[in-house]
């Protein structure tokens, strides 16, 4: 059986409007601070007591906006946050949103 491949959109293909999206909604927030403090992590360990097809939803959506990168490895679905594109793409943008998310926590 070959390895699941991903589709992801080239850095440059990177929209401002599908990035804003994806990090509107504060499940998917949620996973971007815990990819950036954590690095990568297995998908299943951003939502353990969520159901499989709200993870999955979730992961897709972030994937496709170009947030974060996804890899298969073995039975693990590896997700990591596309740190360095989106800094090159749009400077600052990640780290204001986490700053701002930040925040709101305290």
Do not use: Q, W
């Amino acid at each position: 059986m070959p390895p699941r491949t991903y589709e992801h959109p080239a850095t440059d293909e990177i929209a401002i409007p599908r990035v804003l999206f994806a990090l509107s909604e504060p499940l998917r927030l949620n996973m971007v601070r815990m990819l950036a403090e954590r690095g990568e992590v297995d998908s299943i360990d951003l939502g353990p007591d969520l159901p499989r097809s709200t993870l999955t939803h979730h992961t897709s959506l972030l994937r496709e906006s170009g947030v974060v990168f996804v890899r298969a490895e073995g039975r693990k679905c590896m997700i990591r946050l596309r740190d360095e594109d989106l800094e090159a793409r749009f400077p600052g943008l990640l780290g204001t949103v986490l700053a701002g998310y930040e925040d709101d926590d305290a």
